[in-house]
């Protein structure tokens, strides 16, 4: 099955001018407060929305590659700045909510 999958994407057409046609569903996804800060800013940046941006991130992530150019990597680092977020990715498997949150 996964062998069909990768084989399916990479036969997925690369002209970057052809738009693809999709169905998005409204998601129920809760995120640190401080993450979606960081995130909006990001978004705000790129003139995108913050779904778009967490589609590339995440379309970028399915095959295991960076979705960040240096350049976005140095804002993302001011934007944590800004909004206080000192977790990593070495934080994401330790995360649990506040209690009453």
């Known amino acids: 099955m996964l062998t069909e999958l990768h084989t399916a994407v990479r036969a997925m057409p690369s002209n970057e001018n052809t738009l ?9 996804v809760r995120l640190e407060k401080r993450l979606v800060k960081v995130l909006k800013g990001l978004a705000e940046h790129k003139d995108m929305t913050l779904s ?21 990597l140095e804002l993302i680092g001011q934007l944590r700045g800004i909004y206080g977020l000192e977790l990593d990715a070495s934080a994401s498997h330790r995360l649990k909510d506040r209690k009453g949150a």
Do not use: M, N, Y
């Open 20 to 28: 693809i046609e999709v169905e998005r569903v409204q998601t129920g």
């Open 52 to 72: 778009e941006l967490l589609e590339g991130i995440l379309l970028h992530a399915l095959e295991g590659k960076q979705p960040f150019s240096r350049q976005t």
